[in-house]
């Protein structure tokens, strides 16, 4: 007889059906596992004999084989210790077969056969449901498998709670989906003295999703600014909520079992590694840009990120995935996120003041600023300079308006972008800045006089193809901020105002913006 319960594997935020098959002979006592298991799921096979050692059970003095199938598919994770040891119980005759066929199963086991936590149940849990199969998984995540909308979930602490509740002795009462978490609390906006054009850069960035970066000096307040972005925006729609919580999920960051609305604002540190911001490893995980799906991905300092890595953010910012192809591995994660990034204009960050400003001006901003591609460079779609702020502003008093009054004016400007695209039925795009090709060219075709601007600036300013249509959806942004149906010269001319020549293609300056 063979034992069997199904079980998965991930591949990016694939799930791959994975069947657990237990048969027991005669011959000497032996217990292999086989079907391309790594480390973790060939050690599984102490952790499973201590956990049936721990309620009482010993295994059969018999040849066990547990196969993994299909058997040409690499197996990593220790979450195939549950299934591994519902498949032992049911050859030994401890479970029953007919019910453990209707479950799908994963789990890390403890020595003395708790049920520990493991990466990916929400997304297990929707294939399971997919497939009209229940789940079987750890106490701690029944919540999180709940969101799956999956009738049959069983989250037990421990293997024997599970024994008993298919014995009878000991029914499992069904995960209750816990409530999402409170409204994060972010900065306000108002705790920003001066700096108007850049807060209102900043509005519209957060209103369109466009990328921005921020050129200034230190403590011009950059990060400020941009650790008050997250507070701008609009919470997550349902569906995003489950795009962003099962990458989340996959990644291990799921705790609780609670869904959060926020959306998600990643910073790392510009030591971080090529993997560690796009993904991968010996054991591929989502990166950095995949975690800030739906949200902010907010890197500082710009220039001192290696330049493989910063190269490495082309293909996200385009096709809003990232791809990790290994010699073992290929897998494709989601990474729509919204880039906001922030630098000094030179190494010294004082450049254009005299009294500050080392000796190698302007030549040290050259250098230092053309460390940033000119490819990367054209696909930021916001360039703010953001200039030092002077003592008279920081003894002025609070400004009026803070994050509420601005967030409200993003929610509009969010819901007009939402309602159009529905109208013009374009699947998976939500934002003027994922509008693209003839669905851009309909919906933000300036008028007469704003497209003879457009063409004269992208002459005189030698504006790539991928430039001239940024522009264009930065004024579809400014015209739907307006409330204006068509775009018009002055919106083209305001997002012209916010396009700086890329490095080595003009004078360097502290406030080198190209003004339309």
Known sequence: MVARIATAAFQGIDVLDVDVQVQMTGGLPAFSVVGLPDKAVAESR??????????????????ITVNLAPADLAKEGSHFDLPIALSLLTAMDVLPADDMVRYLALGELALDGALAPVAGVLPAAVHANARDLGLICPAAQGGEAAWAGGADILAAPNLLALVNHFKGSQVLAPPARPEAGEAAQYPDLADIKGQETAKRGLEIA???????????????GKSMLAQRLPGLLPPLAPEEILEVSMVQSLAGELTGGGLSRQRPFRDPHHSAS???????????????????????????????FQRATLESLRQPLET??????????????????????????CRCGYLGDAAQACSKAPKCAEDYQGRISGPLFDRIDIHLDVPAVSPLDLDLPPPGEGTAQVAARVAQARAIQADRYKRERAAGIRTNAQADGELLDKVARPDDAGRKLLVDAAARLGLSARGYHRVLRVARTLADMD?????????????????????GRGAVSGGGTARG
């Open 320 to 345: 809003g995935r990232a791809a990790v192809a290994r010699a073992n591995a290929h897998v494709t994660y989601p990474a729509r996120f919204q880039l906001i990034a922030a630098m000094n204009p």
């Open 483 to 503: 409330r204006s149906d068509g775009v018009a010269r002055l919106h083209v001319a305001e997002a012209l105002s916010f396009r700086r020549l890329a490095p």
């Open 274 to 304: 090529l993997p560690a911001l796009i993904g991968g490893g010996m054991r591929v995980r989502p990166g950095e840009v995949s975690l800030a799906h739906q949200g902010v991905l907010f890197l500082d300092e710009l220039p001192e």
């Open 46 to 63: 102490e952790r499973v004999r201590a956990a049936l050692h721990a309620m009482g059970l010993a295994l059969p003095p018999k040849r």
């Open 206 to 220: 957060a209103s369109g999703g466009h990328n921005l970066l921020m050129v200034g000096p230190p403590g011009a």
